[in-house]
C-alpha cells in the first residue's frame, strides 16, 4: 500500500472515529489494523505474550479515549507507536520497581523470560538475536527493534520519541555494533 493511500485511509478513520455513528467500527478498522504491528513491537521489548497483551489493551484503551483529540500533527501510526512505546517502558519501570530489580538488572529478567519461553533453542539464530538485543540499553533496544523489526524511519522516530535523527542515527549505530559483537561471541 502507498504512504498517500495510508494517509487517506487513516484520515478516514480518524473523520469516521469522530461521527458518533461511525465511531464503533472506525475504532474496529483501526484495531485490526494496527494491532498485530504494535503488539509485535511491545513483545520484542517485553518478551512474554501476556505481558504483550496486557499492555495493548492498555494501548487500545488510551487510544479510544484519546483519538478524537489527535491532532494529526504526526501520521496516524507514529502517535499509536508513541503510545504503545510509552506504555510499554511504563510497564516496564513498574515491574522494575516492583522487583526492586536495578537499571541493569532488567535486561536479565527478560533474557530468563526469553530462555524460559517453551520452543526456546539457544542455538537457532533468531534466539541469539533477541538475546543479544536484550543485553541492550533499554533506549537502544527501543530503537534498535523501531529501525531493524518496524523498519521506521529516522524521522518519523524522532517525532515519536522526542529527540533528533542524528541521535537516534548514533544510538542504532552503537546497538547494531553491541549485537554484532554478542552474536560473534556466541
Not at 7 to 24: C, G, P, R, W
Not at 39 to 50: A, D, G, N, S
Not at 97 to 116: C, P, W, Y
Not at 172 to 186: D, F, G, Q, W
Request: charged fraction near 30%; charge should be neutral; aromatic fraction near 10%.
Amino acid at each position: 500500500m502507498s504512504d498517500v493511500a495510508e494517509l487517506v485511509n487513516d484520515a478516514n478513520l480518524i473523520a469516521s472515529f469522530k461521527n458518533e455513528k461511525l465511531k464503533d467500527a472506525a475504532y474496529t478498522q483501526l484495531v485490526r489494523k494496527y494491532q498485530e504491528r504494535l503488539y509485535w513491537h511491545i513483545r520484542r521489548m517485553v518478551v512474554e505474550h501476556e505481558d504483550s497483551n496486557d499492555i495493548l489493551q492498555n494501548v487500545f484503551i488510551k487510544v479510544w479515549r484519546n483519538l478524537a483529540d489527535f491532532r494529526e500533527e504526526s501520521n496516524l501510526y507514529t502517535w499509536l507507536y508513541r503510545i504503545a512505546t510509552n506504555e510499554t517502558l511504563t510497564w516496564i519501570e513498574q515491574k522494575k520497581r516492583h522487583a526492586s530489580v536495578s537499571l541493569s538488572g532488567d535486561e536479565n529478567i527478560f533474557a530468563q523470560k526469553l530462555t524460559a519461553q517453551k520452543d526456546y533453542d539457544p542455538n537457532k539464530i533468531e534466539w541469539k538475536l533477541q538475546q543479544a538485543i536484550l543485553t541492550l540499553p533499554e533506549r537502544q533496544r527501543l530503537v534498535f527493534n523501531l529501525r531493524y523489526y518496524d523498519e521506521m524511519p529516522y524521522d518519523e522516530m524522532a517525532k515519536m520519541l522526542d529527540t533528533s535523527a542524528g541521535a537516534l542515527k548514533a544510538s542504532y549505530h552503537h546497538a547494531v555494533k553491541k549485537v554484532e559483537t554478542s552474536l560473534r561471541s556466541h
